[in-house]
């Protein structure tokens, strides 16, 4: 393998830099050469690629987002837009492709391998946490701590003014976000696809608890399950207390990588490359019980068990510390 190329696809996390370093810098140390592309697979598509060399990634490993740029393509869905993209690949003579992203950016690397046999290997790099074959995607462990301290703030006024506060958070159908800022930030209670209690019940809870002296609550909503505004509207009905919602938004996708997060994408962008040099294809590079492991695409995209699981300890944790 002479040359490969290097993208980061779908939404920002921090720690994508950090990946981008290490794969650029380990490939070099490997005698491969490196091209950045910009912009995702539309820079792919619209062939915008540039050199990199070793000082194309000096001070970027604390820095939030990613120096390549990223978008959602559209048209990379369709085969004609792989064709496309297939072409600058062969023009700018890439022998393979590592792709920093998540969920949507490993079924277009996928299709790309599949349909014009390009080798490429998935980084997971995305804030939800939701795929398989790594404990942790990277990004995801500072996005709960922006959240956190989010929270936290939050929190000061809740007690002092004694309201119910429902908090959206990001995560798209997976509650990884949720369900540890609710531990961590000592929510009531948190809503996320699986959880057992109703806002009915929730509604109960919260009255029961006013008339034992249990003033102010946070309610944590994974954004999967519903809007911080529309439960925030049906707990006030349903319960007549001072209620206001809060979506925290974007703010969890930028700042600083945690060093949890730099170590994490470090660790993954080299191996990355590993894989490739060995000769590894359709598959992601993750981190199970601290070890390196690679897995098959389709089998990354799936919902893992193990994770599922894991939150719900948590959760049934979060509502038993916050009696
Ligand atoms: O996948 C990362 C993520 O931040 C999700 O948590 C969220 O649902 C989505 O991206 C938001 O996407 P966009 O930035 O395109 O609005």
């Not at 995607?137 to 989010?150: D, P, S």
């Not at 993954?268 to 040099?277: H, K, P, T």
């Amino acid at each position: 393998m002479k040359t490969i190329g290097i993208l980061t696809s779908g939404g920002d996390a921090p720690g994508m830099n950090a990946a981008v370093r290490s794969a650029v810098r380990c490939a070099i140390h490997r005698g491969v050469r490196v091209k950045g592309i910009l912009r995702g697979y539309e820079g792919l598509m619209a062939g915008e690629l540039i050199d990199m060399n070793q000082r194309s990634v000096s001070n970027i490993l604390g820095r939030g987002g990613t120096i390549l740029k990223t978008a959602r393509s559209k048209e990379f869905r369709t085969k004609s837009g792989r064709k496309k993209a297939f072409k600058v690949i062969q023009k700018h003579g890439l022998d393979g492709l590592v792709v920093i992203g998540g969920n949507g950016s490993f079924k277009g690397a996928y299709a790309l391998g599949k349909e014009f046999k390009v080798r490429n290997i998935g980084v997971p790099g995305t804030i939800d946490n939701d795929i398989s074959g790594s404990d942790y995607t990277i990004g995801a462990h500072t996005a709960v701590n922006t959240a956190l301290e989010a929270i936290d703030k939050i929190r000061d006024t809740v007690t002092s003014m004694e309201r119910i506060f429902v908090i959206e958070v990001m995560g798209r159908d997976d509650p990884f976000i949720a369900i540890r800022v609710g531990l961590a930030g000592g929510a009531e209670d948190v809503l996320f696809p699986d959880t057992r209690y109703s806002i009915k019940d929730m509604c109960d809870d919260i009255i029961a608890g006013r008339k034992k002296g249990k003033v102010s609550w946070i309610v944590v909503v994974s954004e999967g399950v519903a809007r911080a505004g529309d439960v925030a509207e049906i707990i006030e009905k349903k319960t007549g207390f001072d209620v206001r919602a809060i979506v925290l938004g974007h703010i969890q996708r930028g700042g600083s990588p945690e060093a949890f997060d730099r170590i994490l994408a470090s660790r993954l962008g080299y191996y990355a490359v590993e894989a490739l040099l060995k000769g590894h294809t359709d598959a992601m590079v993750g981190i199970v019980s601290d070890d390196l492991k690679i897995t098959p695409y389709k089998q990354a995209i799936k919902k893992d068990k193990k994770k599922v699981r894991l939150d719900k300890g948590l959760y049934n944790l979060t509502r038993i510390l916050a009696k």
